[in-house]
Nanobody, 124 residues
Protein backbone atom coordinates (compact mmCIF):
# COMPACT_ATOMS: atom_id res chain seq x y z
CA UNK A 1 0.00 0.00 0.00
CA UNK A 2 1.45 3.35 -1.08
CA UNK A 3 0.47 6.49 0.77
CA UNK A 4 0.91 9.82 -1.07
CA UNK A 5 0.80 13.30 0.43
CA UNK A 6 0.94 16.46 -1.68
CA UNK A 7 2.11 19.82 -0.41
CA UNK A 8 3.21 23.18 -1.73
CA UNK A 9 -0.02 24.55 -3.10
CA UNK A 10 -1.25 28.05 -2.41
CA UNK A 11 -2.24 31.40 -3.86
CA UNK A 12 0.08 33.02 -6.38
CA UNK A 13 -0.18 35.86 -8.86
CA UNK A 14 -0.14 35.20 -12.58
CA UNK A 15 3.42 34.80 -13.81
CA UNK A 16 4.58 33.41 -10.49
CA UNK A 17 5.93 30.00 -9.56
CA UNK A 18 5.16 27.19 -7.16
CA UNK A 19 6.80 23.86 -6.46
CA UNK A 20 4.54 21.01 -5.45
CA UNK A 21 5.83 17.98 -3.59
CA UNK A 22 4.44 14.47 -3.43
CA UNK A 23 5.84 12.43 -0.56
CA UNK A 24 5.41 8.67 -0.76
CA UNK A 25 5.46 6.10 2.02
CA UNK A 26 4.72 2.40 2.18
CA UNK A 27 5.26 -0.01 -0.66
CA UNK A 28 8.43 -0.04 -2.75
CA UNK A 29 8.91 3.37 -4.33
CA UNK A 30 10.90 1.97 -7.24
CA UNK A 31 7.97 -0.22 -8.30
CA UNK A 32 5.89 2.75 -9.36
CA UNK A 33 5.67 5.55 -11.83
CA UNK A 34 4.22 8.74 -10.41
CA UNK A 35 2.00 11.17 -12.24
CA UNK A 36 0.62 14.62 -11.56
CA UNK A 37 -2.95 15.47 -12.43
CA UNK A 38 -5.19 18.44 -11.79
CA UNK A 39 -8.89 19.04 -11.56
CA UNK A 40 -10.64 22.37 -11.84
CA UNK A 41 -14.23 22.84 -10.65
CA UNK A 42 -16.70 21.32 -13.08
CA UNK A 43 -13.96 19.76 -15.19
CA UNK A 44 -12.52 16.29 -15.57
CA UNK A 45 -9.23 15.33 -14.00
CA UNK A 46 -6.44 16.32 -16.38
CA UNK A 47 -3.09 14.60 -16.92
CA UNK A 48 -0.02 16.81 -16.45
CA UNK A 49 3.12 14.62 -16.51
CA UNK A 50 4.53 11.29 -15.34
CA UNK A 51 7.97 10.19 -14.21
CA UNK A 52 9.50 6.71 -13.88
CA UNK A 53 11.75 5.30 -11.16
CA UNK A 54 14.82 6.06 -13.27
CA UNK A 55 13.77 9.65 -13.80
CA UNK A 56 12.51 9.27 -17.35
CA UNK A 57 9.62 11.60 -18.01
CA UNK A 58 6.73 11.48 -20.42
CA UNK A 59 5.72 14.35 -22.64
CA UNK A 60 3.79 16.78 -20.46
CA UNK A 61 0.34 17.98 -21.38
CA UNK A 62 0.32 20.64 -24.08
CA UNK A 63 -1.32 23.07 -21.65
CA UNK A 64 1.75 23.06 -19.39
CA UNK A 65 4.57 22.26 -21.81
CA UNK A 66 7.54 24.57 -21.33
CA UNK A 67 6.20 25.81 -17.98
CA UNK A 68 5.91 22.76 -15.71
CA UNK A 69 8.66 20.25 -14.94
CA UNK A 70 8.35 16.94 -13.10
CA UNK A 71 11.26 15.45 -11.17
CA UNK A 72 11.87 12.99 -8.38
CA UNK A 73 14.24 12.40 -5.49
CA UNK A 74 14.29 8.66 -4.88
CA UNK A 75 16.33 8.98 -1.71
CA UNK A 76 13.56 11.12 -0.23
CA UNK A 77 10.71 9.18 -1.90
CA UNK A 78 9.42 12.46 -3.24
CA UNK A 79 8.22 13.66 -6.63
CA UNK A 80 8.12 17.35 -7.48
CA UNK A 81 6.20 19.50 -9.91
CA UNK A 82 7.89 22.82 -10.62
CA UNK A 83 5.34 25.23 -12.03
CA UNK A 84 6.53 28.45 -13.65
CA UNK A 85 4.77 31.23 -15.54
CA UNK A 86 1.51 30.32 -13.86
CA UNK A 87 -1.74 31.42 -15.44
CA UNK A 88 -5.23 31.82 -13.94
CA UNK A 89 -6.34 28.78 -15.96
CA UNK A 90 -3.86 26.68 -13.96
CA UNK A 91 -6.11 27.10 -10.93
CA UNK A 92 -7.13 23.62 -9.78
CA UNK A 93 -6.63 20.97 -7.16
CA UNK A 94 -3.41 19.15 -7.99
CA UNK A 95 -3.02 15.44 -7.28
CA UNK A 96 -0.17 13.00 -7.48
CA UNK A 97 -0.83 9.35 -8.19
CA UNK A 98 1.16 6.13 -8.49
CA UNK A 99 0.87 3.07 -10.70
CA UNK A 100 2.98 0.15 -11.83
CA UNK A 101 4.21 0.59 -15.40
CA UNK A 102 3.65 3.24 -18.04
CA UNK A 103 0.76 1.68 -19.92
CA UNK A 104 -2.06 4.20 -20.32
CA UNK A 105 -0.24 6.65 -18.06
CA UNK A 106 -2.48 9.55 -19.09
CA UNK A 107 -5.65 7.89 -17.81
CA UNK A 108 -6.47 8.66 -14.17
CA UNK A 109 -8.44 5.46 -13.64
CA UNK A 110 -5.29 3.42 -14.30
CA UNK A 111 -3.56 4.78 -11.21
CA UNK A 112 -3.87 2.71 -8.05
CA UNK A 113 -2.89 5.25 -5.40
CA UNK A 114 -3.80 8.91 -5.00
CA UNK A 115 -2.96 11.72 -2.65
CA UNK A 116 -5.57 14.00 -1.14
CA UNK A 117 -4.70 16.91 -3.42
CA UNK A 118 -3.38 20.42 -2.89
CA UNK A 119 -5.13 23.59 -4.04
CA UNK A 120 -3.36 25.94 -6.43
CA UNK A 121 -5.00 29.29 -7.09
CA UNK A 122 -3.55 31.74 -9.60
CA UNK A 123 -4.88 35.27 -9.46
CA UNK A 124 -4.92 37.58 -12.47
Amino acid sequence: QVHLVESGGGLVQAGGSLRLSCAASGGTFSDYVVGWFRQAPGKEREFIATITWTGSTTDPADSVKGRFTISRDNAKHTVFLQMNSLKPEDTAVYFCAAKAGLINYKTPSNYNYWGQGTQVTVSS
